[in-house]
């Protein structure tokens, strides 16, 4: 009988970041809890939300999923791994220089990295991954999620990468399969996205808008049609004029028609906007449009927590010294800020002169004491204005600010950087 060549200290089960940190007596399991419900409720990774809770800073997470890529690849013990992470936070180092310091030798088997299965499969070319690699140790965010949001690779490839992944490192495929099954469904996806333009065509109809939203059977739709045709109407006014469906309800898919066909909300977000239609017997002969329904449930992300999420909150703002009672106070003038310079658009400007004098003495009291610091959070305001827009997801905004930190662009040529929102 062949022998599993996989070393015997292994499962194939390493536990979930949170699960690892309270192992490791970093995090406790109340926090970890509080994250999770978080994490769920603001659309994001666990280890942003622990940052939120000021549970982890960026440098421990990184250290942390270090930690769990290599007992993931079976490479080294998780007693090794608990040690090595209690010498990261007593000297403050690298997880790896932890493990030289301890003694401990990574295993010589392969390993098996999301970026390496993109590259050989030619999904990402190495430029791109190195690019992205730096994005998600700047913002946090995994690998595979950076990818996707920057729309590199689709989501549905990306989804396959990590299914093989754990299927190699489980040793019930070999790395050759893993890289032909996903080079294979790279293929596939890019023969579908060839004609996904005109199946999105299709599928925004007014008609097929209305009646996946609930507001009209599809029967009724193929007789306004038909009534449509013979008499020269659009489809809408045949609709309005047999009484099937309310003028505001025409008027609001045709929004959400637009507004989708224009990258400016996803297909499911135009259609859950849709259903809320049928909830709302008040008052029936409204004929509002899609401005006056009520406005879809939105993330709670505060500004000054964005702040937080991008490590633009000064380490000399005594927050650590501040009661929790002040604590909160901090908060709201960061939100204050965010107010002014959503007001005044200042979002670009260069430091110091050009930032709005309202902005500048808010920014101070909350510790923003230098030019650098100031135009840090200009562009941290444009990015969460984005997200506060609808324009951008929360991790997408996260990215938008690191490329803008990066590369000190103009920002307005960020606006068209991202794909539409998928929800």
């Known amino acids: 009988m062949q022998q599993d060549p996989r070393p015997k200290f292994m499962d194939n089960s390493t536990p979930p970041i949170g699960e690892l940190l309270v192992q490791w007596q970093l995090v406790s399991e109340k926090d970890r809890n509080a994250a999770l419900t978080d994490a769920r409720k603001l659309s994001l990774p666990l280890g942003l939300a622990l940052r939120l ?29 608990r040690e090595a992470m209690a010498v990261v936070i007593r000297k403050r180092i690298q997880f790896n220089l932890a493990l030289d310091l301890l003694g401990i030798e990574v295993g010589s088997k392969k390993r098996c990295r999301l970026g390496e299965l993109l590259i050989e499969s030619e999904t990402l070319n190495r430029e791109l991954l190195k690019s992205h690699l730096a994005c998600a140790k700047a913002t946090g965010l995994p690998l595979g999620r ?74 009724d739709v193929e007789y306004a049609l038909i009534m449509s045709s013979a008499e020269g109407k659009f489809l809408g006014e045949a609709l309005t004029s047999l009484s099937l469906i309310k003028p505001y309800e025409v008027h609001a898919a045709l929004e959400v028609q637009h507004m989708i066909r224009s990258n400016k909300i996803s297909f499911n977000q135009g259609l859950n906007q849709l259903k809320k239609l049928l909830s709302n017997k008040e008052d029936e002969d409204r004929t509002g449009t899609l401005h006056q329904m009520p406005a879809m449930e939105k993330s709670t992300v505060t500004f000054s927590s964005f702040l937080k999420l991008i490590n633009c909150i000064p380490k000399s703002d005594g927050r650590k010294n501040q009661t929790d009672e002040q604590r909160p106070e901090l908060d709201a003038q960061l939100d204050e800020a965010w107010q002014e310079l959503r007001t005044n658009f200042f979002f670009a400007a260069p430091p110091d002169d050009r930032i709005h004098p309202n902005v500048k003495e808010i920014l101070q009291r909350s510790g923003f004491l230098t030019d650098k610091q100031m135009t840090s959070v200009q562009r941290a305001a444009m990015a969460y204005r984005f997200f506060r827009d609808d324009r951008l997801t929360i991790e997408q905004a996260l990215i938008q600010y690191h490329r803008m930190q990066v590369e000190d662009s103009n920002p307005s040529t960020w606006q068209t950087a991202f794909p539409q929102l998928n929800v």
């Not at 490192?169 to 996903?182: F, K, V, Y």
Request: net charge neutral; glycine share 4%.
């Open 146 to 219: 950076v990818v996707c949001n920057l729309a590199d690779v689709p989501k549905d490839v990306i989804d396959m990468a990590l299914k093989v992944q754990a299927q190699v490192r489980a040793g019930t495929m070999s790395r050759e399969e893993a890289i032909n099954q996903l080079y294979s469904a790279r293929r596939s996806n890019a023969v579908i996205s060839n004609v996904s333009h005109s199946l999105m065509e299709q599928r925004t109809q007014l008609g097929q808008l209305l009646s996946m939203a609930g507001l009209i059977s599809e029967k």
């Open 53 to 81: 809770h000021g549970a982890v800073d960026l440098e421990l997470l990184h250290n942390a999923v270090t930690a769990q890529a290599l007992l993931r690849d079976s490479v080294i013990l998780p007693q090794h791994a």
